[in-house]
């Protein structure tokens, strides 16, 4: 049997869409990261623990203390979840 290599041919913008707004990447987070993916965010205090919800493209969507809030949140969006560690 041969083995052929085969190359997809997605563009890099068709590859950062994959999975738009139908996946969800969850995340934990530490403060010093929160101004550089949510630059609204106030200051925060540094001993939280914090968890973020963006989309499949790396678009942020959410970002709280509380871990159950995102796969609410993503189920409210009707997005799969997956989770970064």
Request: net charge negative.
């Amino acid at each position: 049997m041969l083995l052929r290599e085969t190359t997809t041919g997605l563009t890099q913008s068709e590859l950062a869409h994959l999975g738009s707004g139908e996946i969800g990447y969850i995340r934990k987070m530490r403060s010093e990261e929160v101004s550089r993916c949510f630059p609204e965010a106030p200051d925060i205090d540094p001993s939280l623990d914090l968890w973020a919800l963006f989309g499949a493209d790396g678009t942020p969507i959410l970002l709280t203390d509380n871990r159950s809030s995102t796969f609410y949140k993503a189920a409210e969006d009707e997005l799969r979840t997956v989770s970064l560690h």
